[in-house]
């Protein structure tokens, strides 16, 4: 190896074997489409055959520097769409490999490089701020990148037949080895554990176990299939689209998502609702309270019930941006004043959260000027964009101008976060008071800007009250960019039906059908996909990247499947199933380094349970739930989110969710140990072989059935398959041997389990022996376990 | 290897997890090592109180008073107050509640610090709070000044890391708590008893010693096999925050009977009693709504003293539990706001702005940093701390918080140089202290 940049011997390295197979012919042909003046030389190093993209372009010019530093300005709308040099964004690329626009990209990097001045580079002199470059320095003369696009010249300068392997040092392909290798993935069975409790809150079936056992990963689809036709999984389904969207979390109550202006006579309806058939006052005053509750967690569970709806019947997932209806309920249509019009479609009217799909008519306004005009004469639907609890939870004001719904529906929509990382100014107040509109005129503020307000103007008739519908009174702002989509403008004559025409185009967008698939990542396994590594200068650098890309493809992968299935959510929830990123459990080599730990740093599912989903869990093992994660305050304490302030939920357990969980053990194991002794013995959950007089050391039968009991424990809480002599189950063995030894030894030891541990006020169960409560330990034990308490 | 005594990072992961310390994957602290024992000691201070004005507060109405140039409507430059180095907006006359600027100044004015002129680099909230949380503002995986001064000296204490809201990221050096309401903190004191009633616990004495001791052992066993860095990361978690919580049993006697109305001095009531039960190191205090597009003067003028009255019931409520001497407090904001008016009397986002300390150690009654007439930040001289309009340096939040890492003693921790602050030597802050 021959170092090229002394301080990271570990960057500027390109597989030889690719640039042994570097067809001139490809990039010449790209290159004389273009006025750009010719390179000096032919080159060894030209790019890639057949369409790929070499890796040096790919891994070095374009991660580190291209991508980082010039697409944000160089591409079509950004602040030098007007510039010679024009890249493409590979995130709008169909093509899962980007070859088109890393090929395109290539291309134009090579023709900058090759254009001199004053006997320089263009590339490298435009890079360090020179010839007025518009975006100033970008990069330092003395910069790892600055380095890189030299290393790109010289290679683009080397006469033919100069061996050019002499000139650098490759490495082999960092990404050709297997990213998994050395990583145990999880045992069917457990996976499948996983799944169902993840995605239906419930434990396998015996027919399903059965099934994977016999068929192996490739029963996870079929078995998928029957899961998400549960009602347990659309429930599942709801919360993790709140826990994205948090579109439960508005202001001024659940019935403020439908305006005054526009249902002032219909919102309100449980009012003046006849309840008369309650009875006398104060039974009619009880039966409202209800109507009102349920009349707000109807309208509150609207928007995800499209969501619902969409995955539940098959359709395209691109309905979210395009559906032309919303779901409503009997109790929510009366909100909306279209319950007579719909009523006979419900299966039953008193249902609060029976949900169908109603298309609006145009809204009517107060003011009949204010009407809503439509050339269809119904509300100009869009899926999630044009519902209205979402409008609320994203409200706009005159300052705002839709700012913030335009952010949020690039993050939801389109997987990007344009706040993520901003980009530094050197003095943004000199910029803010230079230009009397910096967001159209200042570079540092176009950035963004260009993207950003377009869109905002698309959301110009939903203005009023916060973001219902009504245009602003003073027409649209001036001083923003008009309203379009990533270089389209709106047609005026659209606009009427603006948000339609966006979600057409997100449909269509090839970021969109990417960013659900990362969303149902961030549903499996409670973490966001992961950002490119930004440090180039970091040592652990190539390693994360790396991880990246391995993950990258698997998005792209699933993308593919996604797409091709038409867009059908579940396919995506089926592909990760059987992912390694899902199913990656433990490290078969032993001796990793840290550029490998690095690798895997964000690779096993490992997540903390959910206060909603330790409820389900607790409730899918022991006969009932536990419950107190059902209050909302105690439900934040553990690290919750109430969708409006608290808006992440905690990864890691604090102290205070350490006590919550020594609770929860202490009193899940209280009140289901002595009941489920109580119950006769085939019915049983947890002890089936056992009684409260089978003692440890008095026989090997009875040693043999406790033994018994504790692999059924662990599979059963634990999820666990531990053999009769394992090292864990010798582990619990020895505790629950051990507190009876104790016992026996205390004096003044009751002969009766503690009377809070009674489950349904049944009388103290007898426990003469202590073995009730010390087989409540082990349970206390097991529950406060990692393989109980996370997924 | 940081610590001859550990031969490998398994075997300090192992020792954490025997002592209860959250390390996360990739640390490697020999600090602590020291930290660590079988029943974690109170943490004794100092103690970091983090203020957020969430929103972006308007610096022109507290410690950078302008009067010039329609800057301000509610005073002039005339009537700009001084006590002793401060300067400060007047503000007594236009207090509907909370505190005044008048009160807040001659009460602790001898021992604050202020910091005008910060370069925020950017004018949005969300890379705004995060840069000045962090000191990083191309990240986000940094961790919090708060949550990182949690993890280097409180790894053992079971809410090492109080917050409240804003920025709160911890780079997964230590768990944030959220202990919304005051109550909440009996709900988690006695978790090993029934309804929390000491009196009824839900084992035997012995049957719980057994399970500790079994759960650790199963620890071990776990973190001595190879497994993926996220499972022993989760396993090390787990166990620590299990075994930490039985210290908040401290907690109890400090929760006060009577819970305060007011939005800070509730989250201050819950700082305070995990401080004086040595259970907690740092806490992010917040309030929001800073954020006046429209009736600046209005919004500003109700939340500026709310603000300012959070701080001094802190400082107040510390005196009577003894701990005033330890509590260092930062106040904060994300952003300040424009020198000009909107049309809705409000007032936009604005990339400069300022900072408020005061602690032990932190020699107060000074001014470090200027804006000029048009709210522009003058440069520094961080040598002298002078302000240097021709070679002085914009200061911007790294500067600060590498001199808060310094300051509290952690700059050179293994935690810290995870999460390195890239300043070069001759812009670093000399004597900013005092």
Redesign the interface.
């Known amino acids: 190896m021959i170092r090229i940049a002394p301080h990271h011997p570990a960057i500027f390295v390109v597989p030889l074997v690719l640039l042994a197979a570097a067809s001139p012919a490809v990039w010449g042909a790209d290159s004389a489409a273009t006025p750009a003046a010719p390179v000096k030389a032919a080159a060894p190093y030209t790019g890639a055959a057949c369409g790929t993209v070499d890796e040096f372009f790919r891994d070095e010019v374009w991660t580190k520097v291209g991508a980082q530093k010039c697409l944000e300005c160089h591409k079509p709308g950004g602040d030098a769409e007007d510039s010679k040099f024009i890249l493409q964004d590979p995130s709008r690329d169909a093509d899962p490999e980007r070859r088109t626009s890393l090929l395109h990209n290539r291309a134009a990097f090579a023709r900058m490089a090759a254009r001199r001045t004053d006997d320089k580079s263009r590339l490298l002199v435009k890079a360090t701020g020179g010839l007025e470059h518009g975006g100033e320095t970008v990069l330092k003369p003395d910069s790892m990148g600055f380095r890189i696009l030299e290393e790109f010249v010289r290679r683009l300068s080397v006469p033919e037949g100069t061996p050019a392997m002499t000139a650098v040092t490759l490495k082999a392909d960092s990404r050709a080895a297997d990213f998994f290798e050395g990583i145990s993935m999880l045992e069917n069975r457990r996976l499948l554990r996983r799944l169902t409790l993840s995605l239906a809150g419930r434990l396998p079936t015996a027919d399903e176990s059965a099934t994977i056992e016999k068929q192996g990963l490739k029963a996870v689809d079929l078995l998928l299939d029957a899961v998400m036709k549960e009602d347990a999984f659309y429930e599942r389904l709801a919360e993790a689209f709140n826990d994205i969207f948090l579109v439960r979390g508005y202001n001024e109550g659940a019935e403020s998502a439908l305006s005054y202006d526009n249902f002032s006579g219909s919102r309100l309806w449980t009012q003046k609702f006849d309840l008369s058939e309650f009875g006398d006052e104060a039974a009619q005053r009880k039966a409202r309270y209800k109507l009102d509750a349920d009349y707000r967690e109807a309208l509150l569970r609207e928007p995800l019930e499209l969501i619902k709806y969409i995955v539940r019947e098959d359709h395209p997932f691109t309905e979210i941006v395009t559906a032309d209806f919303i779901m409503e309920s009997p109790y929510t249509s009366r909100g909306y004043g279209n319950f007579d019009e719909i009523q006979e479609r419900f299966r039953d009217t008193k249902d609060p959260f029976e949900y169908i799909p109603v298309r609006l008519a145009a809204l009517k306004s107060r003011d009949v000027k204010n009407n809503q005009k439509t050339e269809t004469g119904f509300y100009p639907h869009a899926g999630m964009l044009t519902v209205f609890q979402y409008l609320r939870r994203y409200p706009t004001t005159e300052t705002n101008r839709n700012r913030l719904r335009s952010r949020m529906y690039f993050q939801h929509f389109l997987g990007v976060d344009v706040l993520e990382l901003a980009a530094r100014v050197t003095d943004a107040a000199a910029v803010q008071a230079k230009f009397e509109v910096p967001t159209m005129q200042a570079a540092e503020c176009v950035v963004c800007h260009r993207s950003l307000d377009p869109v905002a103007g698309l959301f110009q008739d939903y203005f009023s009250f916060e973001g219902v519908y009504g245009p602003r009174k003073d027409g649209w702002f001036k001083d923003m960019f008009g309203p379009g989509f990533e270089g389209e403008d709106l047609p005026p004559d659209q606009r009427w039906h603006a948000l339609q025409w966006l979600g057409e185009r997100t449909a269509k967008d090839p970021r969109f059908a990417r960013t659900m698939v990362e969303h149902v990542y961030y549903v499996m396994t409670g973490r966001k996909v992961l950002l490119p590594p930004k440090t180039i200068d970091d040592p652990l650098f190539d390693a994360k990247q790396r991880a990246y890309q391995a993950q990258r493809q698997e998005v792209e992968r699933i993308t593919d499947r996604f797409v091709k299935a038409n867009f059908n959510l579940k396919e995506a929830f089926k592909a990760w199933a059987v992912s390694p990123f899902y199913r990656a459990d433990g490290v078969t080599t032993a001796g990793t380094n840290p550029r490998r730990m690095a690798e895997l740093a964000d690779v096993g599912v490992a997540r903390m349970l959910s206060p909603e989903q330790l409820e389900r869990k607790v409730a899918a093992i022991f006969p009932r739930p536990w419950g107190r994660l059902k209050d909302s305050q105690t439900a934040l304490l553990y690290g919750g989110i109430d969708s409006q302030e608290v808006t992440e939920r905690a990864a890691d357990p604090s102290g205070a969710m350490g006590a919550i969980q020594r609770t929860m053990a202490n009193d899940v194991a209280c009140k289901n140990v002595a009941f489920d002794f109580a119950t006769e013995p085939g019915k049983r959950r947890l002890f089936q072989n056992v009684e409260p007089e089978t003692v440890p050391g008095e026989a090997t039968e009875s040693d043999q059935l406790i033994r018994q009991t504790i692999v059924h424990l662990h599979q059963v809480v634990l999820g666990r398959d531990d053999a009769m002599n394992s090292p864990e189950v010798n582990r619990t063995y020895d505790l629950f041997a051990g507190i009876l030894e104790d016992a026996h030894t205390r004096k003044g030891i009751e002969p009766l389990e503690n009377y809070s541990c009674r489950a349904n006020g049944e009388p103290r169960a007898k426990d003469p022996q202590y073995t009730i409560r010390a087989w409540r330990g082990v349970v206390t034990y097991l529950l406060r376990q990692r393989d109980f308490l996370y997924e | 290897m940081s610590n001859p005594q550990y031969h490998s990072r398994r075997e300090f992961l192992k020792f954490c997890g025997l002592a209860g310390l959250?390390v996360s994957?990739?640390i490697w602290s020999p600090d602590a090592i020291s930290a660590a024992a079988a029943e974690p000691a109170p943490y004794e201070g100092p103690f970091y109180v983090v203020f957020n004005a969430s929103g972006g507060w308007d610096t022109t109405y507290l410690m950078d008073p302008k009067g010039v140039g329609e800057i301000n409507r509610l005073y002039q430059e005339g009537d700009i107050l001084t006590k002793g180095s401060h300067k400060f907006a007047p503000t007594a006359k236009h207090v509907q509640a909370g505190m005044s600027n008048e009160d807040f100044y001659a009460e602790y004015g001898s021992e604050l610090l202020v910091m005008n002129g910060i370069?925020?680099?950017?004018?949005?909230?969300?890379?705004g709070a995060r840069y000045m949380a962090t000191g990083k503002?191309?990240?986000?995986a940094y961790p919090t000044f708060a949550a990182l001064v949690a993890a280097c000296k409180g790894p053992t204490?079971?809410?090492?890391?109080l917050t409240f809201?804003n920025y709160s990221n911890?780079g997964?050096l230590v768990?944030?708590?959220?202990?919304?309401?005051l109550p909440?903190l009996q709900?988690?004191?006695n978790?090993?008893s029934?309804e929390g009633n000491l009196r009824?616990p839900?084992?035997?004495d012995?049957?719980l010693d057994?399970?500790e001791r079994?759960?650790k052992?199963?620890t071990d066993?776990?973190i001595s096999?190879?497994?993926?860095?996220?499972?022993e990361?989760?396993?090390n978690?787990?166990y620590?925050?299990?075994?930490?919580?039985k210290?908040?049993a401290r907690v109890t006697p400090y929760i006060p009977a009577k819970i305060p109305k007011e939005r800070l001095s509730q989250q201050v009531e819950i700082a305070l009693a995990s401080f004086k039960a040595g259970?907690c190191v740092s806490a992010n205090l917040n309030i929001g709504q800073f954020d006046s597009?429209?009736n600046n003067d209005r919004d500003q003028m109700n939340l500026i003293p709310e603000f300012l009255a959070g701080m001094a019931y802190l400082m107040k409520r510390a005196e009577e539990l003894k701990i005033r001497d330890k509590i260092v407090v930062i106040a904060q904001s994300e952003m300040g706001r424009?020198p000009t008016y909107?049309k809705?009397n409000?007032k936009?986002h604005?990339?400069?702005g300022s900072i408020m300390f005061m602690g032990p150690g932190i020699r107060g009654n000074r001014v470090v940093g200027a804006t000029d007439e048009?709210?522009?930040?003058v440069p520094v001289d961080p040598a002298t701390l002078a302000s240097d309009k021709e070679s002085g340096i914009?200061v911007r939040p790294e500067h600060l918080h590498l001199a808060l890492r310094q300051y509290a003693g952690i700059a050179d921790h293994a935690m810290s140089k995870q999460y390195p602050l890239v300043v070069p030597e001759k812009e670093k802050l000399v004597g900013f202290w005092g």
């Open positions: 959250g994957a990739p370069d925020y680099s950017v004018n949005n909230h969300s890379p503002l191309d990240s986000l204490c079971p809410l090492s890391f809201g911890t997964n768990a944030m708590s959220r202990i919304p309401y909440s709900k988690i004191a978790a090993d029934i009824s839900y084992q035997d012995f049957v057994r399970i079994t759960l052992e199963q066993a776990t096999r190879t497994v993926l860095p996220r499972i990361h989760a396993e978690m787990l620590a925050a299990q075994l930490n919580s210290s908040l259970v597009h429209a424009t909107n809705g409000g936009d604005w990339s400069i048009k709210q522009m930040s914009r």
